[in-house]
């Protein structure tokens, strides 16, 4: 049985309901009632009815089938629990319960039982100590924190997972709050069963899923992940944070998951054999992740920048020259081109300097001549919108020519409220917008990563 038996199912059991506000089998059953389009069970035997929905004293009493059990009970009753699951005909099992191998001794001889018990009935088990799935596309909410402290993304193509419970529920409620939509958000935590690999050979065959962010503290099987990735990285990018890089760090790893972390520079070889692109932190992570979704990869490292602030061009050209981007200087046919269309105070080198009585359609001439010479792999455009004469139309501009196009183009908008504006209108066009340069450089750099290692 697969892994997709928890990602379709089509009905949800919780055992471990409950009514009492706040509390964990109280928020997961709301969630999977306001969320899930499937069939909904409470089960818990001190409950007739919890949220209108009929509660059963245990999961074997449930009148329908149920394809996936949530389990929120404690640790030492859960392997009696999956047992029960099996009887009952069921899939897979998502064990939200703390206290196993992360806990000691005593916690990891819970978990092996729990393992026995769920193999003896062929059960799929995604955990334990995790908050499972927030799946944008079937409903599945499983995480057990109250949408107003945990946001909920909209929907999109990005899919993240990670073995840190608490670290994707930040990830949620940071990406709602910037307007980032995602497919699915998974929580794994020990990783008893389904772990990283599943998930990605998993997401590889994903349509709803163009990228696969993952936060990462170990891996199961180290050779199995690099195959998996490999394979995977050959038909979308994989983009990971990968912590315990010190040797604190690493101890620190045993202690959350009950895992070994590993040797960072062993991570960093796997990584660079799979294909899998390593971030630094959550923010250049998702930086990534956002190109890589909108644009296609860049065949080269030769970038063109466009702006209408020469120390903006050079903050931009002094992070490409340290990410190993290349800023070349435009052939002399191309900035005749250039001088044709513009006064003679505009900068025809590259970067492109428009200077401050920039327009919308000097933009767009500076692209079109400029962007489409055979000595170019990309191009950033710096937009500082303080110009008079600039307008809202300058996003309609930029859209236009990334449309016609085959060669990435990411933005840096630079300014408070109206540029912010400007660049949700942006990426609502498919055009990666950054408030910085050296955020919008990273993210070519990721471009032109990917474009490596499709190449390679």
């Known amino acids: 049985m697969g892994v997709d038996a928890v990602f379709k199912p089509r009905s949800v059991a919780v055992i471990g309901a409950s009514a009492r506000r706040g509390s964990i089998g109280y928020v997961i059953v709301k969630s999977l009632k306001d969320r899930f389009q499937g069939a909904v069970y409470p089960v818990n035997p001190k409950y007739r009815e919890i949220l209108g929905l009929k509660c059963y004293p245990r999961i074997e009493d449930v009148s329908g089938e149920v394809d996936i059990a949530v389990i929120a009970v404690p640790a030492r009753i859960v392997p009696g629990v999956v047992s029960e699951c099996g009887r009952k005909g069921v899939k897979a099992a998502i064990v939200i319960s703390g206290g196993f191998k992360e806990a000691g001794e005593e916690g990891a001889k819970l978990e092996k039982m729990l393992v026995e018990e769920a193999a003896k009935y062929g059960i799929r088990i995604l955990g334990p100590n995790c908050i499972g799935v927030y799946d944008t596309n079937t409903g599945l909410d499983t995480f057990f924190l109250p949408a107003i402290r945990c946001g909920r993304p909209k929907n999109g193509v990005i899919s993240f997972i990670s073995q840190s419970g608490a670290f994707a529920a930040a990830v949620m409620d940071q990406l709602t709050l910037l307007n980032f939509g995602i497919s699915r958000c998974i929580s794994y935590g020990n990783a008893c069963d389904i772990d990283e690999t599943d998930l990605i050979a998993y997401l590889r065959d994903d349509d709803r899923t163009k990228v696969i962010t993952m936060y990462i503290e170990t891996a199961k099987g180290g050779r199995r992940f690099i195959e998996e990735a490999y394979k995977t990285t050959r038909v979308k990018p994989i983009i990971a944070v990968k912590s315990g890089r010190t040797s604190r760090g690493a101890s620190a790893v045993l202690s959350h998951t009950g895992s070994l972390a590993g040797s960072d520079r062993v991570f960093d070889s796997a990584f660079k054999q799979a294909g899998v692109i390593r971030a630094h932190d959550f923010q250049e992570m998702f930086d990534m992740a956002k ?52 006064p003679p105070h505009v900068s025809v080198h590259n970067p492109i300097d428009l200077t401050g009585d920039v327009t919308d359609e000097w933009y767009g001439i500076a692209l079109e001549v400029a962007g489409r010479s055979d000595i170019i792999d990309g191009v950033i455009v710096n937009v500082l919108f303080q110009p008079p004469k600039l307008t809202l139309r300058l996003t309609d501009v930029i859209a236009d020519y990334a449309r016609e196009t085959d060669k990435p183009i990411v933005c840096c908008v630079w300014g408070g409220k109206v540029s912010e504006f400007l660049a949700r209108d942006m990426d609502s066009q498919g055009v990666p917008s950054y408030p910085t340069p050296e955020r919008a450089v990273k993210a070519m750099w990721a471009l032109y990563k990917y474009g490596r290692i499709r190449e390679m």
């Open 291 to 342: 190109a890589l979704s909108m644009q296609p990869p860049a065949r080269g490292n030769r970038i063109l920048i466009v702006t209408d602030g020469g120390g903006a061009g050079v903050m931009a050209v002094d992070a490409c020259e340290m990410n190993g981007l290349h800023v070349p200087e435009l052939p002399e046919n191309v900035k005749q081109e250039l001088r044709k269309h513009f």
